[in-house]
């Protein structure tokens, strides 16, 4: 069993930047990718970002990419998402997720942590 907690969320202004971070708890966290998702009111939740369990491989949402940086720390147990650049339609529940399948489905993910809510104001 995973247990996953994100933490950093916030309230910025647009253009400004936060880092998130999801904490780990429980084995092999190493042996699995992670995920970043959000979900905005009234929204599906959206695939941002994905880095591979050896975190040599990260790809992004199209809407993010250039902004967003994720990485991973196995040592620690933790993972990260740097975000620049914000604008409002980033607003959001932000959720790390960790998961063995190579996909940005959220199916693919078996463990969820509880979210963090990011809020861009104009």
């Known amino acids: 069993q995973v247990t996953l907690v994100e933490s950093g969320g916030g309230l910025v202004q647009t253009g400004g930047s936060l880092r998130l971070s999801c904490a780990a708890s429980?084995?092999?966290?190493?042996?699995?990718?992670m995920g970043w998702f959000r979900q905005a009111p009234g929204k599906d939740r959206e695939f941002v970002a994905r880095?591979?369990?050896?975190?040599?491989?990260?790809y992004y949402a199209d809407s993010v990419k250039g902004r967003f940086t994720t990485t991973r720390d196995n040592a620690k147990n933790a993972g990260y998402l740097q975000m620049n650049s914000l604008k409002p339609e980033d607003t959001a529940v932000y959720y790390c997720?960790?998961?063995?399948?190579?996909?940005?489905?959220?199916?693919?993910?078996?463990?969820w942590g509880q979210g963090t809510q990011v809020t861009v104001s104009s």
């Open positions: 880095i591979s369990a050896s975190g040599n491989i990260k």
């Open positions: 997720a960790l998961g063995y399948a190579p996909s940005p489905a959220p199916g693919g993910f078996d463990y």
């Open positions: 429980g084995r092999a966290f190493s042996s699995y990718g």
